[in-house]
């Protein structure tokens, strides 16, 4: 058992999850590589000082350049903004540092391919959070898929869908601002990792984004609430992926519909420890969805719990990335999500808004 020194960049909700993550980790998998958390970096001395406490850091800082550089950090998780991702991974990939990212990978297309491109150069570990797709549910769909129980794909419908500024009267935030904060900075990258890594790469597509509510007290909305896209993958099958802010009653609506030439899968965040599946076996009279709850038989379930049914929860696929890029670390070799898939679903979303512009069906590899 080695010990690890782990260095988190952020301290809010994404911040917490990961102290939390990595803090009970080595427990739960038995990992070969222990974490101790060195260091926190936030933006106030105040904040720092109350995120070392709260959490159980040795160190804070308000300077992450000094946590990046610090000896006895060893590994980097950056959950600070993401206008900060790409100087931070390029820092610390300069100095050889592993690093795991919170999506989206970077600020833009441009700097995602920055991101990639220092990693490669480096050869350092490397990760990108998407933790949706992490479920033991989700991992099983795609063994099923990959397995050939449906059969060939022939549809895909996904969304991404939240509540949280569905009502108009709620105040302009940050989260108003910018195009990385929109939905299609921020909630569209889970759905398009889903879709890419359920059915595969996007050949194509025909996007619509729009601002349902562009003024809210206190200001203009300068960013997104919704977007739609149909689309056509590289492998012939057909898609519409759906992507709010704005979705009344909706509060985890990660969602997932797949139709193959012999069954179906469907899936719901909502109700995460539960996937639905129809083959076309035996007679018609008693075909229909069955419900297949999460046990010990499903990936990185077992970890958790003994009993099937029992379920996991939200922080148990943080705990699951934090053992993917440990044993990544450990085992010295690039473990998916990379660096490389986040920019690839950079690359959609810099397409979904050029196809909006335009009104017109657009090539992923054109951009």
Excluded at 74 to 80: M, T
Excluded at 330 to 344: A, D, L, Q, V, Y
Aim: proline share 4%.
């Amino acid at each position: 058992m080695t010990k690890i020194g782990i260095g988190i960049v952020g301290g809010g909700y994404m911040g917490k999850a990961h102290a939390a993550a990595y803090g009970s980790v080595g427990s739960l998998f038995e990992t070969p590589l222990r974490p101790v958390l060195e260091m926190v970096c936030a933006t106030s001395q105040e904040s720092a000082q109350t995120y070392r406490d709260k959490y159980g850091f040795a160190r804070a800082t308000t300077d992450w350049r000094a946590l990046v550089e610090d000896s006895k950090v060893e590994a980097i998780v950056i959950a600070s903004p993401q206008s900060t991702h790409c100087e931070i991974a390029k820092a610390a990939f300069a100095i050889g540092k592993p690093v795991f990212c919170e999506k989206p990978l970077g600020e833009s297309l441009t700097q995602s391919r920055a991101m990639l491109a220092a990693a490669e150069a480096s050869g350092c570990v490397n990760m990108v959070g998407f933790n949706y797709i992490r479920t033991p549910a989700s991992q099983y769909a795609r063994q099923l898929i990959a397995d050939g129980r449906i059969g060939d794909v022939t549809w895909f419908r996904g969304e991404h869908t939240e509540d949280f500024l569905a009502d108009a009267s709620l105040p302009a935030t940050w989260r108003t601002q910018g195009a990385a904060n929109g939905t299609m900075g921020d909630l569209a990258p889970h759905m398009i990792n889903a879709a890419r890594a359920l059915i595969g790469p996007i050949a194509s597509l025909n996007a619509n984004v729009e601002t349902v509510h562009a003024n809210r007290p206190g200001g203009i909305v300068t960013n997104d609430d919704q977007a739609q896209m149909m689309c056509k993958f590289e492998n012939g099958a057909q898609g519409h992926l759906f992507f709010s802010r704005v979705a009344t009653g909706r509060k985890m609506g990660y969602a997932y519909e797949i139709f193959g030439t012999k069954g179906a899968i469907r899936f719901d965040q909502e109700d995460q420890n539960a996937l639905h599946l129809y083959t076309m076996e035996g007679p018609e009279a008693e075909r229909g969805f069955r419900k297949i709850l999460a046990g010990p038989a499903h990936p990185d379930y077992l970890a958790f719990c003994q009993g099937p049914g029992h379920g996991t929860g939200y922080q148990d696929l943080i705990i699951i990335e934090a053992h993917d890029f440990l044993r990544a670390i450990h085992e010295k070799r690039n473990i998916w999500p990379t660096f490389s898939e986040g920019m690839e679903v950079n690359r959609v979303v810099a397409a979904a808004l050029a196809s909006s512009e335009k009104q017109a069906w657009v090539q992923i590899s054109d951009f």
